[in-house]
């Protein structure tokens, strides 16, 4: 089997693949440039795949969140219900540790959910990751997701954040918002592939 590799050497330059992913599609993407959200219709796709390449916020130590709409993009206050929790470690040595994440749950709410621990805006710091979809046009079950980012913290920490959950509404899910919690998205990319 030939090696094929990217001609524009980089996930966040992707515009195009030249090899055959089976059913998974790139839909979109969208670059932040100083961005009080980023929005996706979605579509008939059986699952999304999300991922995010270095996501900077303007503000310092803000958390990267989502949340979906399902009246055409009009609100965005789907109700959830989640699980987190994440491993971490400072640069200094000084903490590190493993544990469930009771102030980044939802138990039946309409917020923001957050995708990552709070992102640093120092010139290096940024937070990466994926979010999967599952059947959000499904007018018969709840929406089943599932997340993982890598962030640079504001305190120098490394957080591996793991995030599960679901949308608590058979209505098909028709958009997603990405926003930091308070302030824009400084810089970084999105890029939504659909999975049939």
């Not at 399902?70 to 493993?98: I, K, M, R």
Request: glycine share 10%; aromatic share 12%; charged share 15%.
């Amino acid at each position: 089997m030939a090696l094929t590799k990217l001609n524009n050497k980089a996930v966040a330059n992707v515009t195009t693949l030249p090899v055959a992913l089976g059913d998974m599609v790139l839909v979109s993407s969208a670059t932040a440039s100083s961005s009080a959200s980023i929005e996706f219709s979605l579509g008939n796709y059986k699952e999304y795949k999300f991922f995010f390449v270095n996501i900077h916020p303007q503000t310092d130590k803000q958390y990267f969140t989502f949340q979906g709409s399902t009246d055409g993009g009009s609100t965005y206050a789907t109700t959830v219900t989640t699980t987190d929790f994440s491993a971490y470690h400072t640069e200094s040595d000084s903490a590190l540790g493993l544990g469930y994440e009771s102030g980044a749950d939802q138990a039946q709410g309409t917020g923001l959910i957050k995708i990552s621990n709070t992102v640093g805006n120092g010139a290096d710091e940024c937070c990466v990751g994926y979010l999967h979809l599952f059947n959000p046009s499904s007018t018969t079950y709840v929406k089943h997701f599932i997340n993982r980012s890598q962030t640079y913290q504001g305190d120098n920490y490394s957080v591996d954040e793991y995030k599960a959950g679901y949308f608590n509404d058979t209505n098909d899910l028709t958009n997603i918002k990405f926003q930091m919690a308070s302030g824009n998205i400084d810089a970084g990319k999105i890029l939504m592939f659909g999975i049939n």
